[in-house]
């Protein structure tokens, strides 16, 4: 009982910890890697943002944890003697991050670090073919092996604060030890395992 009402009494203070926001930017790096070999071609078109929900629990000593959802988009065309196809979708990423911020005066440098988890969402592939006017639509495109994928994460930035919000411009580096896609035209398309980023947080 007396467990129950510590807990009861120190949710308040937990509670007032938590930073809720959003993060939006531009990678610097595409998410795939395209190529051309032998018997196919590959081109990417992937448009340059990123942007999804974040939380952090503020922890003493200037520590903290971060959980991340960001949105990328996917978009890849391939071509062969035989057909053309173009392949669409979504990539979810959620990066698990322990903070440390530096003592500063408005301005707080920060760094991060821990691990990544992506998933493929929503993938959708047409597929024309070049002798007559058939096409095809699936939702499992042949280059695709799996739809997961886990990494690390590397971030520095600082946060300002404006009033009650805090912005915080950051680099992120992102290295994925695990590949997505398994490609069957000699690895022409590939998920491109180290990227980075430029992100804005807005948080309160």
């Not at 670090?113 to 993938?123: E, K, N, R, S, V």
Request: avoid cysteine; glycine fraction near 12%.
């Amino acid at each position: 009982m007396r467990l129950l009402l510590l807990l009861l009494a120190a949710a308040p203070v937990a509670f007032s910890q938590l930073s809720f926001g959003l993060k939006a930017g531009v990678p610097l790096t595409d998410t795939i890697d395209a190529a051309r070999s032998f018997s196919a071609g590959y081109t990417t078109n992937t448009k340059r943002y990123t942007v999804g929900p974040t939380v952090e629990l503020r922890l003493p000593w200037g520590l903290g944890v971060e959980v991340d959802a960001l949105y990328k988009n996917i978009n890849y065309n391939g071509t062969t003697g035989l057909y053309a196809s173009s392949t669409t979708g979504s990539s979810w990423q959620f990066p698990f991050l322990l903070k440390k911020r530096f003592s500063g005066g408005a301005v707080r440098p920060y760094i991060g670090a821990g691990p990544a988890f992506q998933h493929l969402f929503g993938l959708n592939q047409v597929t024309r073919y070049f002798a007559g006017s058939g096409s095809t639509t699936t939702g499992d495109p042949m280059e695709v092996g799996g739809r997961s994928g886990a990494g690390g994460v590397l971030e520095a930035g600082f946060e300002l604060h404006i009033g009650p919000l805090k912005l915080s411009p950051e680099v992120r580096y992102t290295r994925w030890g695990s590949p997505t896609f398994l490609d069957t035209f000699r690895r022409a398309v590939d998920l491109n395992k180290n990227q980075a980023e430029f992100l804005l947080g807005f948080a309160l």
